[in-house]
């Protein structure tokens, strides 16, 4: 299962948010431990399709798919040199797949900020530098040790220090390896750095019902420039309501003046961040959401529900899941024509109910 890693500088917000998270926890019968230990949570991605569709089949089950979120240390600066928590904290942060970088975007004397006044553009600055230390250091090393083979002339070698220079290059200019185009054939060998810059980063601005809202101007713009993705959250507020119905918890909001759902934008954000889409599967048993990689093959996608389906794979009964409700039956959608046999190379689409031939 892929991770994101909450991540942010004391006291902006991040265990509230983790808490909030964590109680849009997925069936204990789904997966056994859904807060895996007190920093780590199996959270179900929304999807409106999911209960159409149990609907549609009469399904005895409902399962929805699931992304993990980490609640990372709270990084100060000197992170990199190991300071506070530091090396745990980048520990942490190369073992998840994404960021959710928390900034906190109001003001408020009872909650101290770690530079004594928020600044969320300083905050992200702060943080992305400590990862940019990180990965100079990583890159630094591996230069020094292609060096050996690049002297003996390795032609692996010589091209792996081209694509190490020019990292090395960016790192230093204080960008991240991601702003940086690399080949198909390029991007094997940055995996292999593990590089903490490349890891695709969600903006997180926590605001307060009620509480001065800081200068965000410099913030937006910087988001805009770099393409990055955001989503604005009041984690108290999603906290305070988490244990509410939802019926109860609109009616709230209402009457504080919020009428988005910031958890679940964050979730399904986070989800879309990690390049994923989700395909389904529906009957009288179950209806459920499965998770596969964007651009997947159907023998590929297939292995969510068991990795035999790669090796086993026949065919695929394929049919959009509006068309198929729209239809009224898999009867009525396969007589309009829309459901297709597809085969080894067809790519999955988000949305797509699935029937295997193994």
């Known amino acids: 299962m892929l991770s994101i890693g909450i991540v ?3 006291n902006v917000g991040k265990s509230t948010l983790f808490n909030a998270l964590t109680k849009k926890c997925v069936p204990a019968e789904n997966y056994p431990f859904c807060t895996i230990d007190p920093s780590i949570g199996v959270v179900a991605v929304p999807d409106l399709r999911l209960d159409k569709l149990t609907k549609f089949s009469n399904s005895q089950k409902t399962v929805p798919t699931a992304i993990e979120f980490v609640d990372i240390a709270g990084l100060v600066k000197g992170a990199a040199q190991g300071e506070g928590l530091g090396n745990k904290f980048l520990s942490n942060i190369r073992e998840v797949d994404a960021i959710a970088e928390v900034v906190r975007v109001f003001e408020d004397e009872n909650i101290v900020h770690v530079s004594g006044k928020p600044n969320p553009m300083n905050d992200i600055e702060v943080i992305n530098l400590e990862l940019i230390l990180a990965d100079m250091e990583t890159v630094s090393k591996r230069i020094v040790n292609v060096g050996k083979d690049l002297r003996r002339g390795d032609k692996i070698a010589v091209i792996e220090n081209e694509i190490l220079l020019r990292l090395q290059k960016v ?55 770099s393409g990055a993705r955001t989503v604005t959250v009041d984690a108290a507020i999603e906290s305070e309501l988490s244990s509410f119905e939802e019926g109860e918890k609109k009616e709230y909001k209402e009457g504080l003046g919020i009428n988005d759902d910031g958890i679940n934008e964050l979730i399904v954000k986070s989800y879309e961040l990690l390049d994923l889409i989700t395909f389904l599967t529906t009957g009288e048993d179950e209806t459920r959401a499965w998770t596969t990689r964007r651009g997947s093959s159907a023998p590929e996608a297939g292995t969510a529900i068991h990795t035999d389906f790669k090796d086993k794979f026949i065919k695929a009964e394929v049919v959009n899941w509006q068309d198929l409700i729209d239809s009224g039956s898999y009867g009525s959608a396969r007589e309009k024509g829309l459901v297709r046999i597809e085969g080894k190379e067809y790519i999955v689409k988000d949305g797509d109910v699935i029937e295997f031939k193994i």
């Not at 790192?171 to 054939?185: C, M």
């Open 8 to 10: 942010g500088l004391p």
């Open 171 to 225: 790192l230093e200019e204080g960008h991240l390896a991601s702003t940086i185009s690399f080949t198909d054939e390029e991007k094997k060998i940055v995996k292999s750095l593990h590089l903490l810059t490349m890891k695709p980063i969600l903006y997180v601005l926590n605001t307060k019902s009620g509480s001065k809202k800081v200068d965000t101007e410099e913030l937006m713009k910087f988001i805009s420039d």
